[in-house]
T-cell receptor
Framework: DGGITQSPKYLFRKEGQNVTLSCEQN?????MYWYRQDPGQGLRLIYY???????QKGDIAEGYSVSREKKESFPLTVTSAQKNPTAFYLC?????????????FGDGTRLSIL | AQKITQTQPGMFVQEKEAVTLDCTYD???????LFWYKQPSSGEMIFLIY??????QNATEGRYSLNFQKARKSANLVISASQLGDSAMYFC???????????????FGSGTQLTVLP
């Protein structure tokens, strides 16, 4: 079945450490997105990519980095510059053209600070 | 900039009854899409229903329908015959559309936690 796979499900980060969250999709979607969700709140966009080797900052990109070397993969690195990384991270993909296309989401990664 | 407002942090409904979850939006664009997502406690986001700004009829998907009032900029979700499995967080989101081929982000509201009572 087609879908989006995020790993790991749970991740712990030590102070000063960079960690990378994986996102893989087999839906053949060109566009991919990373969102952050804090408890009891909605989703905020971190980065998005419309095509391979191209990505754009979202609303809260500071302290994060991404790469898009393959269509299927859009990993997110939470750097030590992100001072409050504890949150739920969701990856999504979609067909980029047209405003009627829904984004499909993975099951998320919960990141906590040790 | 787009903004989505969900004014009901929490809602309760009796099993088998209908419930309406409110959503208002603010945009200066003429072309946009409105989406509703369900997020169970496990965390995944499940797409429920879509309404385009130029659609003349309200969208329906099974027990879900969207009460779209464009002049009032509201897109309320109606769930009929509520089931225990409907207990979840519900998010309204909007995607604007500037030009063909342009991927646009979704702007999300803060969500409504729905609890279905037996």
């Amino acid at each position: 079945d087609g879908g989006i796979t995020q790993s790991p499900k749970y991740l712990f980060r030590k102070e000063g450490q960079n960690v990378t969250l994986s996102c893989e999709q087999n839906l053949n979607h060109d566009a991919m997105y990373w969102y952050r969700q804090d408890p009891g709140q909605g989703l905020r966009l971190i980065y998005y990519s419309q095509i391979v080797n191209d990505f754009q900052k979202g609303d809260i990109a500071e302290g994060y980095s991404v790469s898009r070397e393959k269509k299927e993969s859009f990993p997110l690195t939470v750097t030590s510059a992100q001072k409050n990384p504890t949150a739920f991270y969701l990856c999504a993909s979609s067909i980029p053209t047209g405003y009627n296309q829904p984004q499909h989401f993975g099951d998320g990664t919960r990141l906590s600070i040790l | 900039a787009q903004k989505i407002t969900q004014t009901q942090p929490g809602m309760f409904v009796q099993e088998k009854e209908a419930v309406t979850l409110d959503c208002t939006y603010d945009t200066s664009d003429q072309s946009y899409g409105l989406f509703w997502y369900k997020q169970p406690s496990s965390g995944e986001m499940i797409f429920l229903i879509y309404q385009g700004s130029y659609d003349e009829q309200n969208a329906t998907e099974g027990r879900y329908s969207l009460n779209f009032q464009k002049a009032r900029k509201s897109a309320n979700l109606v769930i009929s015959a509520s089931q225990l499995g409907d207990s979840a967080m519900y998010f309204c989101a909007m995607r604007d559309f500037i030009s063909s081929g342009s991927a646009r982000q979704l702007t999300f509201g803060s969500g409504t936690q729905l609890t279905v009572l037996p």
